[in-house]
Structure formats: structure tokens, C-alpha cells
């Protein structure tokens, strides 16, 4: 089977890590000849490239996942580029896989232009499906109907993928989100508070570990390295070697780390994947959303109130003292997570024709 895969390749190490694990499952359940790549965020599906591409070279499309319903700013309110009138002309079978709504509470939601192109999006596709974290019911909200919703594919980076350990010394990694700033801190007197409050912790930990900053994203390198700065035994980590040739090295970084803090919702899920215990810091619904969905709730902080160091310090005490049983609860998730997915890729292939 001949697979175009088209997500969003757009220079954030979190999405390029999922797209490891969507192959790693388009590998185990299908018979997988080749798959191609294309940026959901810049190709254009137009008539010319659904007729002399996607239809003549693939025999299945396969969209997401990522928070890929986002965007009021873009043409049809979601990150996909193609006409409505258009997505009939693809006759190849095609699936979304597992995609996020990322829309903060304060966008309001989906504009009107997005839930008449998802409508029939959802009504062309073989399957269509939204990750674990809270999308279901957002979208439910606007939508009036349940859409599945199916493990996050960065959950499968491990799938037959082999990882080195980078980093000798036991280390945690704290993975910090600094694009939208005005969304994830509120005001830039809030975000200052968070570099004051962050630099107090990293201090603690340093006494007892290495602590690596792992930015996704090009603007997340200034606030690493402004916690970072003048605090022994830390260090960012090599942005632009990891970014974005070399993202299946910074995953590495995830399964060997003692546990993260993460800020983004694949830093995260793909510690999860490892059974690398996680501390949530919440900005956005979805960071609340998947921890209550996998009954992690305890260790989620949420950073809307205006003291939360010493909420993040407990928590840190509560990962070492319960590191263990932590580390069996992720296994029993993940065990769970596998079941899921296999259902969900018995329906795939069933509604799949070819």
C-alpha cells in the first residue's frame, strides 16, 4: 500500500515526534509499500494535486493527527488546505487519525466556515477520529454529535523503534511552551512571574539531577535559557541540531529522563509512551484534559493561579516517593492505550477499501 501522510511539518519537534508514531502504526497494521510526506500547514490540495498526485500515486490518505483543528485565521478554520467542493475529488480512501482541538477557550471556538468544512470532511473520510484529550467533548460542544476518540498516535513512538541514551548523568527534563505567550501566561507580568518561580525549582532540582530544557519550537529557546541561566547543572538542549532532521533523537531524550514537567501537550505524551513519569503544567484545556482522561489528575498543575512553585515542588516530592508505582500505573495506561488502538485500526481497516 502506497500512503501519503500529511501533517503538520512546520517546525515544532512535538509534531514531527508524532509522525514517527503514526508510521510506527501504519506499519504494524497495514501493508505498507511506502509512505510520503507532505505539510499539512502549506500544501495546498488542489484539483491539479488531488488528480495528478494523491489520487494517481497513493492508494490512501492519511491526515494527522496533531491539534490540527486550530486556527480561525486560516481559510477554512482548520489547518487543512483544500476547496470543500474539492474533498469529493479525492477517490482514494482517506483517514484523520487522531487529531486535537486546539482552540482556547478565549477564540471562542470554531468559526462557522470550519464546522461546514469538518462536517464534510468528516462526511467524505473512511474514518475520523480526535486524540484523547479532552477533544471529544470540546468538539462535541459545537458539533452536537461524539466523534471517537482514540489514543494520541505520539503514544506509539516506541513501536519497533530502537533509542539511544543520549545524556549519561540521571536527569529530568523540563520542556517549556513559549509561542502565544499572551495565551499560555495571561500578561507579560505573568510570564515573569513564571521565569521567577520556574528558576526556584530548577534550582532545587539541580542539587539532585542534570536538568535539560527541551524546547519544541524556535521561540521556546529564550525562555529556556532565561530559566537556565546561572543555575549549575543545567543546560537547553541543541535546538537546531534536534530541529528538525534529528526529532527522533530528541524523543530519545524522553524515555531515559528520571521525569519531565512539560508544558506542551506531547511533552507529555511522549514520556507517557515510555513510562517516564510526567508533571502537567496546564495552559491550555487539552494539558488538563489528558491527565484526567488517564487518571493522572494528582500530577497536573495548573498555572492560572498566580503561586503555583511550591504546587510544583509537592509534586516533584510525589513522583520520587511513589516513583515506582507511578512507573506500573503508566504501564497498565499504555497497556490499555494498545487495546485501544487496536480496536480503533480493526475499524480502520474495515471501512478501508481498496
Known amino acids: ?20 508514531g503514526v508510521k510506527n502504526l501504519l506499519r504494524k497494521y497495514l501493508d505498507v509499500s511506502y509512505i510520503g510526506n507532505t505539510n499539512l500547514q502549506g500544501r495546498e490540495f488542489t484539483s491539479y494535486y488531488i488528480q495528478e498526485v494523491v489520487n494517481k500515486r497513493f492508494d490512501l490518505l492519511v491526515i494527522g493527527g496533531g491539534g490540527i483543528i486550530h486556527g480561525a485565521h486560516w481559510p477554512n478554520g482548520w489547518f487543512w488546505l483544500i476547496e470543500k467542493d474539492l474533498i469529493k475529488e ?65 503514544f506509539h513512538v516506541d513501536i519497533d523503534t530502537i533509542y539511544e541514551r543520549k545524556e549519561k548523568l540521571p536527569y529530568v527534563l523540563i520542556q517549556l511552551a513559549n ?40 521561540e521556546d529557546v529564550e525562555l529556556s535559557g532565561q530559566i537556565a541561566q546561572g543555575i549549575a547543572n543545567t543546560e537547553v538542549w541543541d535546538f537546531g541540531y534536534f530541529a528538525f532532521d534529528h526529532s527522533d533523537e530528541a524523543v530519545g531524550y524522553y524515555k531515559f529522563a528520571e521525569f519531565v514537567i512539560a508544558m506542551r501537550g506531547h511533552g507529555q505524551i511522549v514520556p507517557i509512551a515510555f513510562n517516564t513519569p510526567v508533571i502537567s503544567l496546564e495552559n491550555h484545556p487539552k494539558h488538563r484534559g489528558l491527565m484526567e482522561h488517564l ?3 494528582d500530577y497536573n498543575v495548573s498555572l492560572s493561579k498566580d503561586d503555583y512553585k511550591n504546587e510544583i515542588l509537592n509534586k516533584i516530592a510525589l513522583v520520587e516517593s511513589n516513583y515506582f508505582e507511578i512507573k506500573e500505573k503508566y504501564s497498565q495506561i499504555n497497556k490499555d492505550l494498545r487495546i485501544q488502538t487496536e480496536s480503533a485500526w480493526t ?3 474495515s471501512k478501508i477499501t481498496l
Not at 470554531?110 to 468544512?117: A, F, T
Request: glycine share 10%.
Open 1 to 20: 500500500m502506497r500512503i501519503l501522510h500529511t501533517y503538520c511539518l512546520n517546525y515544532n519537534i512535538g509534531d514531527y515526534a508524532l509522525g514517527i
Open 90 to 154: 479525492i477517490k482514494i480512501p482517506f483517514i484523520v487519525y487522531g487529531v486535537g482541538y486546539n482552540y482556547w477557550k478565549e477564540e471562542g471556538g470554531i468559526p462557522e466556515r470550519g464546522i461546514v468544512h469538518l462536517e464534510e470532511t468528516m462526511k467524505q473520510s473512511a474514518y475520523f477520529s480526535v486524540r484523547n484529550d479532552g477533544s471529544q467533548n470540546r468538539l462535541a460542544e459545537q458539533f452536537g454529535k461524539t466523534i471517537p476518540a482514540i489514543p494520541d498516535p505520539g
Open 179 to 218: 509561542d502565544k505567550p499572551e495565551k499560555r501566561f495571561g500578561s507579560l507580568k505573568k510570564r515573569e512571574s513564571f521565569i521567577a518561580q520556574m528558576k526556584e525549582v530548577t534550582q532545587k532540582l539541580a542539587k539532585r539531577y542534570k536538568v535539560i530544557f527541551s524546547p519544541h519550537v524556535p
Open 295 to 297: 487518571g493522572l489528575i
Open 347 to 349: 475499524e480502520i481497516k
